[in-house]
T-cell receptor
Framework: AQSVTQLGSHVSVSEGALVLLRCNYSSSVPPYLFWYVQYPNQGLQLLLK??????LVKGINGFEAEFKKSETSFHLTKPSAHMSDAAEYFC?????????????FGSGTRLLVRP | NAGVTQTPKFQVLKTGQSMTLQCAQD?????MYWYRQDPGMGLRLIYY???????DKGEVPNGYNVSRLNKREFSLRLESAAPSQTSVYFC??????????????FGPGTRLTVL
């Protein structure tokens, strides 16, 4: 069965500091991985996705993630945090169900940005 | 282009009451999904509809029913609400649903409290 694990339910950084949100996956087949962001009182929005075309994936708002098969990881980074990055971030893996696919989500990491 | 819309935004029910959560998308997507979000547990799939006229159970279907009314609309019904169904409910849609890299687009959510 496929799964993702997000290390750290809360991460706090200072404005301008590096953001690193961790995601490790478990999959017996090549995984397709996603990062979604949820701003307060809103739905989820796609940040980026790994489709096997390139191991370094660039997303919206300056975020990027690197797929590392040897470490079974897909960590999300941003060089310089902005106050507007404060949100909850979810890592997800695509899993087959019958003739379609579903997303299996991690438990989420809430990013706090200190002024 | 409104994307995915959900009604109502908030609802309070008493144990045993019934209600239907409505979802509609205007992106001509084939697949639609219902998730629930609980603190520390990420999002869990309740039911999905791979295409118009089909529905299937997800990870946590007990206590729920769904209807894919047409290609645009996918409703979730609670026949006899229980406090354990207190949660935030999200509807999502994807263009095809039969590709592992399909992006899911989420609605703004319905916050449900069952007393």
């Amino acid at each position: 069965a496929q799964s993702v694990t997000q290390l750290g339910s809360h991460v706090s950084v200072s404005e301008g500091a590096l953001v690193l949100l961790r995601c490790n996956y478990s999959s017996s087949v090549p995984p397709y991985l996603f990062w979604y962001v949820q701003y307060p009182n809103q739905g989820l929005q796609l940040l980026l996705k790994y489709t096997s075309a390139a191991t370094l994936v660039k997303g919206i708002n300056g975020f990027e993630a690197e797929f590392k098969k040897s470490e079974t990881s897909f960590h999300l980074t941003k060089p310089s945090a902005h106050m507007s990055d404060a949100a909850e971030y979810f890592c997800a893996v695509s899993a087959r169900m019958d003739s379609s696919y579903k997303l299996i989500f991690g438990s989420g990491t809430r990013l706090l940005v200190r002024p | 282009n409104a994307g995915v819309t959900q009604t109502p935004k908030f609802q309070v029910l008493k144990t045993g009451q019934s209600m239907t959560l409505q979802c509609a998308q205007d992106m001509n997507h084939n697949s639609m999904y219902w998730y629930r979000q609980d603190p520390g547990m990420g999002l869990r799939l309740i039911y999905y509809s791979a295409s118009e006229g089909t529905t299937d159970k997800g990870e946590v279907p007990n206590g729920y029913n769904v209807s894919r009314l047409n290609k645009r609309e996918f409703s979730l019904r609670l026949e006899s609400a229980a406090p354990s169904q207190t949660s935030v409910y999200f509807c999502a849609s994807s263009e095809a649903g039969d590709q592992p890299t399909d992006t899911q687009y989420f609605g703004p959510g319905t916050r449900l409290t069952v007393l």
